[in-house]
């Protein structure tokens, strides 16, 4: 169990990497760069981006800014599937944004639906790591079978699958079948966007321990072994997310947020990775 927002998750190629990160989806300009440096400044390590969030300049810059070597920090960033002919470039687009001369995570951030595409983005993107702009190379939004191609195809289980999980959608199956092939999952929308908040059980379970919603439910993807990446503009938010690792919740309160989930996936909020991006 992780000791500390800081504390580091051991991968299957033996890479580590922070075991709590920083979300930076819909956010940007000044609001976004205050929102990066006090998340460093209390203690986040892992930054998550995407090419897609038009926002990798602000990122690179507030990191500049917060003083932190840049050995401490994981930076990780995504490509999105009209950028799969072209990945090394995509990839420089990024770093160039950045202003890094490498990325310590990158991920296919959705499969697409053009197998032969993302596999042989998959594959540039692996020299890319082999020439060093890449220490950890991984998969977003993948599916079992999806998951199952790139291992039949390379040999080797990816590293990460972040995907969306959060207790009204728990993906399950999707997230026991990582655990077996050694796939660390990270739960993007850990909050459910903010709305899981206002459920009356997660609400209940934060006044009996003194706790906030938004702690709880990050509580709950860290005793399930998932890694959360919440997001927040407002310092005292993004303060409050991080303070998680002075309580645990017992197995039989996991157990009774585990049953908030929605049958057949009605508790998703994002696309279907079958369907998306078209
Ligand atoms: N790979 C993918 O396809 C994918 C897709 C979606 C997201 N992501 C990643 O996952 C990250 C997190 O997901 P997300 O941004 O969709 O949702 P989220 O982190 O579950 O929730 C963010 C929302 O909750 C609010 N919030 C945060 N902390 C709060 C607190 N303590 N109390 C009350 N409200 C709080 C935020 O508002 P304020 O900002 O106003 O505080 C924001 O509206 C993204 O930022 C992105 O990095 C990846």
Redesign the pocket.
Known sequence: MLESISSAVTLNDGTKMPGFGF?????SGPELALAVREAVGCGYRYV??AAYYHNEDTVGEALRHSGLAREKLFVLS?IWPTDFDEPARALDTSLRLLGLDYLDGYLL??PGLDSARRLRAFEQLLRQKEAGKIRVLGV??FLEEQLSELHDVFGFWPVVN?I?V?PLFTQAGLCRFCAQCGIQVIS???????RE?ENALVRELAADLGR?P?QILLRWHLEKGLLP??????AE?VR??AAVFDFRLTPEQVAALDGLRLPDGQGRM?PDPLAYPR
């Open positions: 979300g930076c989806y819909k956010a998550d981006t995504k951030h959705w977003s939004n972040q969306e959060h993007w929308s850990p909050l459910g966007r903010g908040m906030t938004a990446i919440p997001k927040s503009v407002h938010r409050e997310n994002g």
